[in-house]
């Protein structure tokens, strides 16, 4: 992901994807470490009801950790991680 520099808001609106092909959202924001001058998070709106379905319940997004991202180009591409995220049930279930 090193390459030549641009403007942060230039991946803002994008679609981001996981390895696998399915839409997880849109980039809506960035999270910034101002004095290491690097991306921290990105903020995704406009989620995939599939993957945050009673996730997500009366929020407007979520903030995905920049180390996920796989590449960023006209999409971005995460790790299928994000995929993995376990149910609320399942959660409880573990926990059990």
């Given at each position: 992901m090193n390459?030549?520099?641009q403007e942060i808001t230039s991946i803002v609106g994008r679609e981001v994807y996981s390895n696998n092909g399915v839409?997880?959202?849109?980039?809506?924001?960035v999270r910034?470490?101002?004095?290491?001058?690097?991306?921290t998070g990105l903020a995704l709106t406009e989620l995939n009801p599939e993957l945050f379905g009673g996730r997500v319940n009366g929020m407007r997004g979520v903030l995905i950790p920049y180390r996920w991202v796989r590449a960023v180009g006209d999409v971005v591409l995460v790790n299928d991680v994000i995929e993995?995220?376990?149910?609320?049930?399942e959660e409880e279930e573990v926990a059990a």
């Open positions: 390459g030549t520099p839409f997880v959202g849109e980039i809506e924001d910034l470490d101002i004095e290491s001058q690097v991306v993995r995220l376990k149910t609320p049930e």
